[in-house]
């Protein structure tokens, strides 16, 4: 069992920047994978980005391409999510989320095994 957590969520103006951090509470294997996902209200939660344990490739939606990095620490099992250029469109609550094994499709969240609690992000107008 694997256990995320959250932080770096809260409230920014459009244009700025914020980091969010998702701590695993054991070491990943080099098989996992990792993802970030948002849902806003009434919506259905969406793929953000997702970064292979192992080799550190990464995937982007293509709303945040360019404006948001996902990395990992291995010496912290942490993946990050760094968000640039935010806007209201951004706003929501964000999950981390792992999977065991990197080879199935991961932009789509039934097929991740763990969940964060969710942190959210609020960007002003």
């Known amino acids: 069992q694997v256990q995320l957590v959250e932080s770096g969520g809260g409230l920014v103006q459009a244009g700025g920047s914020l980091r969010l951090s998702c701590a695993a509470s054991?070491?990943?294997?080099?098989?996992?994978?990792m993802g970030w996902f948002r849902q806003a209200p009434g919506k259905e939660r969406g793929f953000v980005a997702t970064?292979?344990?192992?080799?550190?490739?990464?995937d982007y939606t293509d709303s945040v391409k360019g404006r948001f990095t996902i990395s990992r620490d291995n010496a912290k099992n942490t993946v990050y999510l760094q968000m640039n250029s935010l806007k209201p469109e951004d706003t929501a609550v964000y999950y981390c989320?792992?999977?065991?094994?990197?080879?199935?499709?991961?932009?789509?969240?039934?097929?991740?095994?763990?969940w964060g609690q969710g942190t959210q992000v609020t960007v002003s107008s």
């Open positions: 989320a792992a999977v065991k094994y990197s080879g199935v499709y991961l932009q789509d969240p039934t097929s991740y095994d763990y």
């Open positions: 054991r070491r990943t294997f080099s098989s996992y994978a």
């Open positions: 970064i292979r344990w192992s080799s550190g490739s990464t």
